[in-house]
């Protein structure tokens, strides 16, 4: 007998039992109280009814070689790329005139000078960009990887200290993402950008709970709530789950229903997936091994067939070795896009040293990169980050 219509309705009231008592999140901070709001679900019964969303990225046309002026009335365009927001790709290239090249400037000696080369400013070895690319086979139609670059903010909005998704008023926060992801539309023209809600959707805390699991399992009105925001949007929305003293293989049933949906994605936190009866905020950070993340790779690539859904995206968090054991018996399935994001704060040295030592050493996929708005200093910007080989196709904010 299928109990799951009696299970959510009681895991709902169980949360809204216990949110008051706070959620640890990303960073083992200690979040504020919040009391959940009940929202209207969304009118759309994906169950039965055929997906209608479709992704609307931000795209900023790369600059185009100057066409020779049709006649001396032709209209020069001024228009730079950089002012240019486009997510219709039609437009018709703007006629330009061409002047003559210029002779290169010679100094008194009679010498052309030297341009002086571009220091780099995050460098990797010959050893470690030898393993990129990674070997995979074309991506499978709908893939958002890697004709997108997602671009997401991080966080849960029942706290404000877990990350932008809950610091910031909804339409505040909504608007700031929108700012940002057109930010990496004009560092990396040409590249489409997709904004995306990344909700801690099994939050780790302090407190044990009924099950004694150590987690807080977000009921489906919140869910619901910022799901509603991305697809409304076209935008994406990233679950992720913090396990506690639970484990990814029994989290992810809760988590179904959503992932049917084609623009939900799903995330796994190694650093609070805790084992020999460690408690998240209290011991150091815990680990996942290959095994647990082929899992999610399998129930990814099942709902993906089920659903005839374009692939899945699976970003797994990382920021030490032993965060992620195994990392290269991770499944490569064309189903599921896996992501290795380079979590973790700190100076940009520390951030990029912590890039090449544990994520593009180990190539798994496609790589990321997080960015922390308060606690990175400086905060490294888009250009910077762009100039990092190979560059990262999944950007957060927390």
């Known amino acids: 007998m299928d109990h799951s219509a009696l299970i959510r309705p009681l895991r709902s009231t169980m949360v809204a039992a216990f949110l008051t008592l706070g959620l640890t999140g990303c960073g083992n901070a200690q979040a504020g109280a919040a009391q959940a709001e009940a929202v209207d679900t969304m009118a759309q019964d994906w169950e039965t009814q055929p997906p209608l969303w479709v992704p609307k990225p931000i795209l900023i046309a790369r600059a185009t070689p100057p066409a020779p002026a049709i006649s001396d009335s032709a209209t020069d365009s001024t228009e730079s790329d950089s002012t240019r927001s486009l997510t219709d790709t039609t437009r018709p290239m703007d006629t330009v005139r061409i002047d003559p090249p210029k002779a290169p400037s010679r100094s008194d000696s009679g010498k052309v000078p030297t341009p002086k080369a571009r220091k780099q400013r995050f460098n990797i070895s010959p050893a470690d960009s030898a393993r990129w690319p990674v070997p995979l086979p074309p991506p499978l139609p709908g893939s958002l990887l890697p004709e997108h670059r997602i671009v997401a903010f991080y966080g ?18 909504l608007a700031r993402l929108e700012r940002t992801a057109t930010e990496w539309a004009a560092a990396d023209s040409g590249q489409k950008v997709l904004p995306a809600l990344h909700l801690i959707a099994t939050v780790a805390q302090g407190y044990p709970g009924p099950a004694r699991k150590y987690r807080l399992q977000m009921p ?44 939900v994605h799903l995330a796994l936190d190694p650093e609070f997936a805790m084992k020999d009866g ?33 692939p899945k995206m699976l970003v797994v968090h ?7 054991k195994n990392a290269s018996r991770i499944k490569r399935d064309p189903r599921v896009q896996v992501v290795i994001d380079m979590d973790g704060y700190g100076s940009p040295g520390s951030k990029m040293g912590a890039y090449r030592w544990f994520v593009v050493r180990h190539p798994v996929q496609y790589t990321g990169f997080k960015l922390f708005f308060k606690n990175d200093k400086p905060m490294l910007k888009p250009q910077e980050v762009l100039e990092l080989y190979p560059k990262p196709m999944y950007i957060q904010y927390q």
Do not use: C
């Open 156 to 173: 849960n909005p029942l706290s404000k200290r877990m990350g932008v998704l809950g610091e910031l008023q909804a339409d505040t926060m």
């Open 318 to 324: 990382r920021f030490t070795y032993n965060m992620l």
């Open 220 to 263: 489906d009105s919140i869910i619901e709530r910022v799901a509603n925001w991305a697809e409304t949007r076209g935008w994406v929305l990233i679950l992720d789950i913090q396990p506690g003293l639970s484990s990814v293989e029994a989290e992810l049933p809760y988590l179904i229903p959503f992932l049917k949906r084609p623009y």
């Open 278 to 310: 460690h408690l998240p905020g209290r011991d150091w950070m815990g680990n996942m091994d290959a095994s647990e993340v082929n899992h999610a790779v399998d129930v990814l690539a099942r709902i993906v067939d089920e659903q005839q859904l374009p």
